[in-house]
């Protein structure tokens, strides 16, 4: 298990303060991160990952970010960058394979064992059958789960994913959160930027939700998500189902 | 079937071997095959042996190495800023150093040891590196360092342009000029001496930045979280670049496209990530311009032609093929 703790991290971009004052300590478990567009979400994780210029403290299993090498840091920590970039049109089992670089020596070549962490990510994300397809080719969709098992091959004891949903059908986006959930069950310490709210309240354990670069809102899903902080955060109204647990966005207020 | 992969390599070591072969037994003393082993062994006509080992074997060295850094340079950078238009010039790394040798030339430098013009020629990469570290910053983004570059470029190209508007007479101006359209003829073994250790150094700079590369596959945050420490493989990067390239430059001239159209020509042989193009963007580099400078001296022409227009010409249908190639492709 791994525990991210920050304290009273800040981020400020072009003299814009994105995030202020974030103070959490994220253990194992699947925990959610909530906002409205630009409110600071990427940026809080990427400055836990360290990737991003920050005051205040990061401290991974009462380490400092700072202080631990890169190489470290990515053998502790899987990220899943928002954005889908991918720059060479490099197979889909070469992009997934990329994620066991941190566990290579220097001058080395993967090996069986790398290659079986690459069939089981590409098993669990559904993409056993775009191995040899160019990723640059791939529609949206099938890049976030080919992507999302880059991450997976990494088979660090924590994962952090911004966005994984983003551009997924339905069944995959309920596939994407059975990944994650699996993750969190075996043990891992998960994070996921996420914005569809049934989804969110289903599957995670905890919810962080952020506002204009702050934590507005943290604990468990039922007690976060209300029609108050839907109408406070993102300035909607909802409609709330019990069973099956459903928050569905209804009007905007504003 | 063996994948096109594993064919690559035989085909660049037998290239680079015949272009080896080629450069050392043609010119345009005619010496037959056996006289040039003759030669080389030490037995033979004494004048045939000068003519093999100080004008030809130094200049397929030097045909040899710089190919190969301008390949490798064009290969690194393009993995490096993530586009496939890349080579050493973007940086500004050639044009620096040109204009560190067209000093020399202009303020008869070079007249006065035959050192000072290579010399001149690193220090102006090495200078251009300088500024360009100063403009680019410590941002990691691939466009601020192209604009940096295209910045610094533009500035050498500027004041080159300033030497021959200056020259003080047809000459100099004519000396500046041939320079830069590049060229390995009678080039000695002390050009050998100079090139040699900066091309190694920027060899060994490069060479072994392919896990970076990979990794820049999935953007700066990407490869930062894999493990890969940016701010180094950039520092490595610039300064593999410009004292190599500088290296290169400065004993050969300016010579384009070789850079850019080698690992164009390779990628579709290799699994398509920038660590696989890097060795084999040395080799074919190394038997490209090998072989450009072979076809110089076979090719009849009042003057011996240059190398760099032979290679600028061998590189524009070459690009546009693989232009229309990869329309269909991307």
């Known amino acids: ?254 | 079937m063996i994948p096109r992969s594993r064919r690559l390599w035989p085909v660049l070591i037998v290239l680079v071997l015949v272009a080896a072969a080629l450069s050392v037994g043609i010119g345009t003393a005619a010496i037959p095959p056996g006289r040039v082993l003759a030669a080389l062994a030490g037995h033979g006509d004494p004048i045939e042996r000068a003519i093999l080992v100080e004008l030809r074997l130094p200049r397929a060295v030097l045909g040899l190495a710089v190919g190969a850094m301008l390949g490798l340079s064009g290969a690194a950078l393009q993995g490096y800023l993530r586009n496939p238009l890349a080579e050493p010039s973007v940086l500004g790394a050639s044009n620096g150093a040109a204009l560190g040798a067209v000093i020399a030339l202009y303020f008869g430098l070079a007249q006065w040891h035959p050192a000072a013009l290579p010399a001149a020629a690193i220090a102006g990469a090495l200078a251009s590196l300088a500024v360009l570290a100063l403009l680019a910053g410590r941002a990691e983004s691939p466009l601020t360092l192209i604009l940096a570059g295209i910045a610094v470029g533009t500035v050498s190209g500027a004041g080159i342009s300033l030497a021959l508007n200056l020259s003080p007479n047809p000459f100099a101006a004519m000396e500046i000029a041939s320079w830069l359209l590049g060229s390995l003829e009678d080039r000695s073994f002390r050009h050998v001496a100079l090139a040699l250790p900066c091309i190694a150094a920027g060899v060994a700079l490069l060479a072994f930045d392919g896990r970076a590369l990979d990794a820049l596959t999935l953007g700066e945050d990407g490869a930062a979280a894999l493990g890969i420490d940016l701010a180094r493989t950039r520092t490595r990067l610039l300064l593999g670049v410009a004292i190599g390239v500088g290296g290169a430059v400065a004993v050969s001239g300016a010579i384009g496209f070789v850079g850019l159209i080698v690992p164009h020509l390779l990628r579709p042989f290799t699994d398509r990530s920038p660590s696989a193009l890097l060795w084999p963007s040395a080799a074919g580099g190394a038997a490209l311009l090998t072989l450009a400078d072979v076809a110089v001296r076979v090719i009849p022409a009042t003057n011996e032609l240059k190398l760099g227009v032979v290679t600028a010409f061998l590189g524009v249908p070459v690009f546009l093929l693989h232009l229309k190639r990869e329309r269909r492709l991307w």
Not at chain 1, 64 to 73: C, E, G, K, W
Not at chain 1, 160 to 178: N, W
Not at chain 1, 181 to 191: I, K
Request: overall charge neutral.
């Open chain 1, 1 to 254: 298990m791994v525990t991210i703790a920050a304290d009273a991290l800040a981020v400020t971009l072009g003299g814009r303060d994105v995030v202020a004052g974030v103070s959490v300590r994220i253990g194992a478990g699947l925990t959610g991160i909530l906002g409205p567009n630009g409110a600071g979400k990427s940026t809080l994780v990427r400055a836990l990952l360290g990737l991003v210029p920050s005051r205040g403290s990061v401290r991974v299993d009462d380490e400092p970010v700072a202080a631990m090498s890169r190489a470290t840091l990515a053998r502790r920590i899987a990220y899943l960058p928002q954005g889908q970039a991918v720059h060479w049109p490099v197979s889909a089992e070469r992009l997934v394979m990329l994620g066991r670089l941190p566990h290579l020596g220097p001058l080395s070549h993967p090996g069986e064992a790398d290659r079986a962490a690459v069939r089981r990510a590409m098993t669990v994300a559904e993409v056993d059958h775009l191995a040899d397809r160019p990723a640059t080719e791939l529609s949206g969709g099938e890049r976030a789960r080919v992507l999302l098992a880059r991450a997976l091959a990494v088979e660090a004891p924590a994962l952090i994913a911004d966005e994984p949903l983003a551009s997924l059908d339905p069944a995959h986006q309920i596939r994407g959160m059975e990944i994650l959930r699996t993750q969190a069950d075996a043990g891992a310490t998960v994070l996921a930027v996420l914005h569809d709210l049934t989804l969110a309240a289903r599957f995670c354990d905890r919810l962080l939700v952020m506002d204009g670069g702050r934590l507005v809102a943290d604990g468990a899903p039922d007690a976060v998500l209300t029609p108050e902080l839907l109408g406070a955060v993102y300035g909607i109204t909802g409609w709330f189902g019990d069973d099956p647990r459903l928050v569905v966005p209804m009007h905007r207020l504003r």
